[in-house]
């Protein structure tokens, strides 16, 4: 496609569920990156793909948040065991990798844990 | 201390107005320097990398500062449609890891 996919674009789902957010980068972008942005607050850093391999799963904030890309192309951010704290919007963004490369953001998937 | 710092604002500014906004980093390491903007409820768009010797596009000029580790975005003759949120980004070398600021909210007034 022309830009970053992600879907659903809103999800509600129940405290205790497990949730599964998909995004599908521009092609041959390298360099994948999930984001988390609650309302009115900045965007927090959760992972980032270089390829397949995840260098940097330091702002996963907790062991219930994981995530896989395969193929160097579709990620999944997977949501376990779902809390109210976990609403927000999550953003898939793509880069071709390199140094100086703009990202390009997906328009996000909304998240409501009720 | 946050890796990426910005004053959340908001900046209330009236039309034609000249705006500034700092944003501060605190590795060293930090490698390339963007500014995005994100309007309500959309998803955050490049406005403009920063580069070392500063740069300019139309009203908008990016500026480096690496001694004390700054990035300055200045608007001139500001426009209703400046009104957004200004986001600051800064990549560490290596790693490509991008962090964003949390954000300065511009509003500007007619």
């Known amino acids: 496609g022309a830009g970053v996919s992600q879907s659903p674009s809103n999800k509600v789902t129940e405290k205790g569920k497990d949730v599964e957010l998909r995004c599908d980068p521009i092609?041959?972008?390298?360099?994948l990156y999930w984001y988390r942005q609650s309302l009115g607050q900045g965007l927090e850093f959760l992972i980032y793909?270089?390829?397949?391999?995840?260098?940097?799963k330091s702002g996963l904030p907790s062991d219930r948040f994981s995530a896989e890309r395969t193929g160097g192309s579709v990620s999944t951010l997977t949501i376990q065991r779902t809390q109210q704290e976990d609403s927000a919007v999550y953003l898939c963004a793509s880069t071709g990798g390199g140094m100086n490369t703009e990202a390009f953001f997906g328009q996000g998937t909304r998240l409501t844990v009720v | 201390r946050k890796e990426v710092e910005q004053d959340p604002g908001p900046f209330n500014v009236p039309e034609g107005a000249t705006v500034a906004f700092n944003c501060t980093y605190s590795?060293?390491?930090?490698?390339?320097f963007f500014w995005y903007r994100q309007d309500c409820r959309k998803e955050p768009k490049l406005l403009m990398s920063?580069?070392?010797s500063g740069n300019e596009d139309g009203r908008f000029t990016a500026q480096l500062n690496r001694a004390s580790q700054y990035i300055s975005l200045l608007i001139r003759d500001s426009k209703l449609s400046d009104s957004a949120t200004y986001l600051c980004?800064?990549?560490?070398?290596?790693?490509?890891?991008?962090?964003f600021g949390t954000g300065t909210r511009l509003k500007v007034l007619a």
């Open positions: 590795n060293s390491a930090s490698q390339s």
């Open positions: 092609s041959g972008h390298t360099a």
């Open positions: 980004v800064v990549s560490t070398s290596g790693t490509y890891k991008y962090i």
């Open positions: 920063v580069y070392s």
């Open positions: 793909f270089q390829g397949n391999s995840a260098p940097d």
